[in-house]
């Protein structure tokens, strides 16, 4: 079955580029039907959807992170990866990757998730 | 867009069953049958347990059931175990973005 594991930078300094990838394994993202996405989930709070990424470059963002996440795709690495720009403390969060079999309907496999924390 | 409504907190004795709901608008929850539900035991990733508001993936236990009434949806859990004990989550598509829920933490007594 599909795997997904997160890989980044634990800690990243305030007004910094947080940078993360999602490896995927048993599944190719280039074979399509399926989106990628990001969803973070801050200390001891609820999930937040970040944006979604099909394998053409097709992407999707949550509103209410202004432009601030960039998501792209390496389909020859089998990977698909998150920027966040200009981080500040209420960036700190554990950061998940997950599939999604079509746009918006649910979220089947996740990865393990990878805290983040901003912090100078 | 501000995240669905569920209650904090939800318990149960082992054996009975338990209803989280999950309140949206007519933008959401109403709009699309496309309502999911993940449980997330602590320090571990959500797992999906409803989606399309009452599909079960397979390997889900028929325990765990869904269904949505206008603008709010509701997860049931029958005969409750003490490995239900945990968080969850519902989510909704919108034509602009996906929304999770507040969260509710279940108690088994």
């Known amino acids: 079955q599909v795997q997904l594991q997160e890989s980044g930078p634990g800690l990243v300094k305030p007004s910094q580029t947080l940078s993360l990838t999602c490896t995927v394994s048993?599944?190719?993202?280039?074979?399509?039907?399926?989106?990628w996405s990001w969803i973070r989930q801050h200390p001891g709070e609820g999930l937040e959807w970040i944006g979604y990424?099909?394998?053409?470059?097709?992407?999707y963002y949550n509103p209410s992170l202004k432009s601030r996440a960039t998501i792209s795709v390496d389909t020859s690495k089998n990977q698909f990866s998150l920027k966040v720009s200009s981080v500040t403390a209420a960036d700190t969060a554990v950061y998940y990757c997950?599939?999604?079999?079509?746009?918006?309907?649910?979220?089947?496999?996740w990865g393990q998730g990878t805290l983040v924390t901003v912090s100078s | 867009q501000s995240a669905l409504t569920q209650p904090a907190s939800v318990s149960g004795s082992p054996g009975q069953s338990i209803t989280i709901s999950c309140t949206g608008t007519?933008?959401?929850?109403?709009?699309?049958?496309?309502v999911s539900w993940y449980q997330q035991h602590p320090g571990k990733a959500p797992k999906l347990m409803i989606y399309?508001?009452?599909n079960r993936p397979s390997g889900v236990s028929n325990r765990f059931s869904g269904s949505k009434s206008g603008n709010t949806a509701s997860l049931t859990i029958s005969g409750l175990q003490a490995e239900d004990e945990a968080d969850y989550y519902c989510?909704?598509?919108?034509?602009?973005?996906?929304?999770f829920g507040t969260g509710t933490k279940v108690t088994v007594l």
């Open positions: 048993s599944g190719s993202i280039s074979s399509g039907g399926y989106y």
């Open positions: 990424i099909y394998y053409s470059g097709i992407t």
């Open positions: 997950a599939r999604v079999p079509a746009r918006g309907t649910r979220f089947d496999y």
């Open positions: 399309e508001v009452s």
């Open positions: 007519s933008s959401d929850v109403d709009d699309y049958n496309y």
């Open positions: 989510s909704s598509y919108t034509s602009s973005s996906t929304l």
